[in-house]
C-alpha cells in the first residue's frame, strides 16, 4: 500500500512560481509511474503531467507546457512539480498519483491510477 501526501500549495499572485511536493510512503516509487492531475471547482479533475519511473520520459498537457517541470527523486520516494508563470487558471486542488502497473508508460487516464493523495490547494490570483 502506497501513502502519498502532498504539499507547497499557496495563494501567488499571476506570474509568480510554486514548487509542489509529493511524498510517499509504504512503498517505494522506483517502478511506478507518478503523475499530477488538479481540479479546479465545478470542473472535472483532469491531468497535468506524468514521469516515468526512470524519470526519463515526462508528459505533459498542453496548457502547462514550457511552464510546468515534474521531476522526482528515488532515493527520497519524492516527486515534484515546480509551476513558473503562472495563470489564474491554475487556480485548483492539485493531486498526486501514482500509477502501478504502468511498466515504463505514460498514462493520463484517472482510472489507470492506484493511489492518490489529499490534494494541496493552489490559487492564483490575477
Known amino acids: 500500500q502506497v501513502q502519498l501526501a502532498e504539499s507547497g500549495g499557496g495563494l501567488v499572485q499571476a506570474g509568480g512560481s510554486l514548487r509542489l511536493s509529493c511524498a510517499a510512503s509504504?512503498?517505494?516509487?522506483?517502478?511506478?509511474?507518478m503523475a499530477w492531475f488538479r481540479q479546479a471547482p465545478g470542473k472535472e479533475r483532469e491531468f497535468v503531467a506524468a514521469?516515468?519511473?526512470?524519470?526519463?520520459?515526462?508528459d505533459y498537457t498542453d496548457s502547462v507546457k514550457g511552464r510546468f517541470t515534474i521531476s522526482k527523486n528515488n532515493a527520497k520516494n519524492t516527486v515534484y512539480l515546480q509551476m513558473n508563470s503562472l495563470k489564474p487558471e491554475d487556480t485548483a486542488v492539485y493531486y498526486c498519483?501514482?500509477?502501478?502497473?504502468?511498466?515504463?508508460?505514460?498514462?493520463?487516464?484517472?482510472?489507470?491510477?492506484?493511489?492518490w493523495g489529499q490534494g494541496t490547494q493552489v490559487t492564483v490570483s490575477s
Open positions: 514521469i516515468t519511473w526512470s524519470g526519463r520520459s515526462t
Open positions: 509504504g512503498s517505494t516509487l522506483s517502478t511506478y509511474t
Open positions: 498519483a501514482a500509477d502501478a502497473g504502468a511498466w515504463g508508460r505514460l498514462r493520463r487516464g484517472l482510472s489507470e491510477y492506484d493511489y
